[in-house]
């Protein structure tokens, strides 16, 4: 195992390859790194194609706007969707089209679907120059779907960057919402839910690690909707120490497995819940406002 940043296909980084062949080491990515810090280390093992020997990759079968976006907008694979001519899958001839389509390596589309990802992709570049950054988000020299490998506390790490400048000052993500892009919002409650903190400390360890760089980690929020607005964030010192801390005990956790061959899952044990501030606050809130009602 050498760190650095590899060309890696998404089959092969997904099945924890390097250049084609089984990885010489068992590495932690982003995700399974999520699984250890909120569900348990017997869901990083199941979800670990190197560890849970029935591991099987699922094929999302539901139109995934997001993974469609990623091969056209920052790959150039338009030939890597397959456009069905049929307005739903409910037809035989359709699915069959379909399945064959996910077995050729590509993404079926339906062709209504295919138009609104390209209405989408029009917006969101057209978005994406209204935003002042430096360097431009996606737009300066980079290269998309590059995999960085490197060394964490003795544990070995992978993460794959949606783009990763040629300055190596910044790498840019992309992610779609289905609901809204507002920045209050989505870093309000869907960052923290999805893990994005984890994600985007996660790389810049690497970044750090690998290539010696302090590099900048910048989300682009695209709306899946009309009017496909856009937003651009960054994690702030508080937020990534938050996660880094995350990740440190993520990094144990995950040591102590490989070391016993022991992935424990939830505790063995009753647990005694209490009620979180906000839940007490907002109860004696309305019980409030219910008295002064009734006065």
Known sequence: ??????????????????????????????????????????????????????????????????????EVFLLDNAEHVRVVDADDWRTKAAREARDQAHADGNVPLLGHEWKRVNTMLDALRDHLATIHADPPLFAAAGKPEQTLIWQDRGVWCRARMDWLHDSLGCCDDLKTAGRSANPHVWTRTTMWGIGADIQAAFTLRGLRAALGVDSTFRFVIAETHEPYAISAIELGAAALTLANAKIDVALERWKECLRTGIWPSYPPRVLTVEPPPWAESQWWEQQQVAEDIAA
């Open 1 to 70: 195992m050498k760190a650095g940043v590899y060309p890696l296909t998404a089959d092969a980084y997904y099945a924890d390859q390097l250049d084609g062949q089984t990885s010489p080491e068992i590495t932690l990515n982003a995700t399974v790194c999520k699984l250890l810090i909120n569900e348990s280390a017997l869901h990083a093992w199941t979800h670990h194609p190197r560890l849970n020997p029935d591991y099987r990759e699922t094929i999302d079968t539901k139109f995934d706007l997001g993974t469609v976006a990623h």
